[in-house]
């Protein structure tokens, strides 16, 4: 067969003429000293009643890691053949294939059947991630702060623009204000509009036309007190 090479320890089983005679075999196989992984290969004949799960796990245990056990038919039962792949599979064979119409090959898996391994379940923790400079960023660019402002930025804010009504927090002030930012406000408008009002160059304006320069808006007009809002009398503006 293929699959025997000279020096192969093999275990041929196969099957008497009497229906028992293969149960008996594997009752001789199984009350031997054989131990696990014994054989490079094995080679079993087949019957309706020799695939059981018990039967394929012996050999399974008898072959070596990664190598074949063949298993013949001698009588075509086509049930038996087509569910037969399956039963391998689940036997734990693995690279299982079918050579004819009743020959299977079916290899060990690379592990000795019934080995463990301790598997570990704990949970490592995270590491906090740690951001480090090494040395030789010492020669990289760092950007002057003092150049990302400007002279406006560097400018102290007038305290007045920073006032805010106490009770609503906003610049304007509120209807019943108490807290003084309606007062302030108003005297603010106050000085605005003064600073507004025109002021006479040489000073002398508000008293008359006798003390007013030749070129003075308010010729014409009659005497007012200083920094008094001038109103044109309505006789004035109209025409002679």
């Not at 006479?200 to 007012?224: E, I, T, V």
């Amino acid at each position: 067969m293929e699959y025997v090479k000279p020096g192969n320890h093999v275990l041929y089983v196969w099957i008497s003429k009497v229906q028992s005679g293969l149960e008996k075999a594997v009752n001789r196989i199984e009350d031997s000293t054989y131990t696990n992984s014994t054989f490079d290969i094995v080679i079993s004949h087949c019957s309706s009643n020799s695939t059981t799960p018990e039967k394929l796990k012996l050999f399974l245990n008898l072959v070596k890691p990664q190598k074949p056990v063949v298993f013949v038919f001698l009588r075509s039962d086509e049930s038996l053949l087509e569910s037969f792949e399956s039963q391998l599979k689940e036997a734990g064979y693995v690279n299982v294939k079918k050579k004819s119409s009743n020959v299977f090959v079916a290899e060990k898996p690379n592990y000795e059947v019934g080995s463990s391994v301790k598997l570990s379940f704990a949970q490592k923790k995270p590491q906090a991630a740690v951001w480090k400079l090494d040395d030789d960023e010492d020669d990289d660019e760092v950007i002057n702060e003092d150049d990302l402002l400007d002279e406006s930025d560097k400018k102290k804010p007038d305290e007045a623009s920073l006032r805010v009504c106490g009770t609503t927090g906003k610049r304007k002030a509120c209807k019943d204000c108490t807290c003084g930012l309606a007062e302030e406000l108003s005297g603010q408008q106050k000085d605005n509009a003064a600073a507004a009002a025109p002021k006479s160059s040489c000073g002398s304006c508000y008293l008359g036309d006798a003390f007013r320069c030749a070129s003075c808006p308010y010729l014409g007009m009659p005497a007012f007190k200083p920094g008094e809002k001038i109103q044109i009398a309505t006789d004035q503006l109209m025409s002679t």
